[in-house]
């Protein structure tokens, strides 16, 4: 099943909608089929304390399906507000390389400047392993390249404005760690399972409950089932940072690389 449910997320969200509710449905039918069997039986009566259970069943699984929401947002608003950090970080670390003496300055900015672009196709990537790998190794060497500069430049010059830029660079790349680890975290997946199985023994409760009544109210129930689809998709799409359509905006980047080019020295004029 699992794997199933994989394959069709890869597909798009439509796919794995169509395949949510068609299982919603057909426990709701299920549902109904006993229903009736039981009132023509005339072993329960809808007076009974059936709707009861099902407004039980029903409250605990709106409390998991908005916990299961809230956990899945609160991973994007971890990637979305790391985002403003790391540019806010790369853009301090620059703006201190401008004030190093000898030529490590210079060189550090333009290394800062790659390395933003480096970060910017990171969160702009796809849902592609391979390229996520080979981006984090770039990530690794760009860092250790630019950390040589500084020490470099540290032991020249050991100075309060060099300690600042340290701890700068030092802020850069905790916040390209903790970036990484944002896109790596997930919704538990015992938690979207029991929102899966909470959902179909729900839906095949009301099922029930309508069997024993006078009336089905189709219309209703397709609603009803079309709208806890719609939130299950929701949590999916946020689960997915790299293939989903919620995505994190990579503006602070660019912006920061705006930055650099606007404030780069104007060469003197030729004679």
Known sequence: MTQLINALAERGLLPLGAFLLAMLLLANELGYRVGRWRAAARLETVESNMGMLTTGMLGLLAFTLGLTISIAESRYEARRDLVVTE????????????????????????????????????????????????????????????????QAAALRDPSPLMAGLVASLNETFDAASSQRFAYESRAPAHI????????????????????LGPQRHLVLSVLLMAMWTGGMLLITDLNRPRQGNIRVDPAPLVWALQGFAGSAPTPPPKP
């Open 87 to 150: 540019a806010n970080a790369i853009g301090t670390a620059w703006l201190r390389a401008g004030l190093v003496r000898g030529g490590e300055g210079p060189e550090i900015r333009r290394e800062l400047e790659d390395y933003t672009r480096l970060r910017l196709d990171y969160t702009r990537a796809g849902p592609d392993p391979e390229a996520e790998a080979a981006l984090n190794a770039a990530t690794n060497a760009a860092q250790a390249s630019i950390w040589t500069l500084a």
């Open 192 to 211: 979207q399972w029991l929102l899966l199985i909470g959902s179909l023994l729900s839906v095949g409760a009301i099922g029930v409950q309508l069997g």
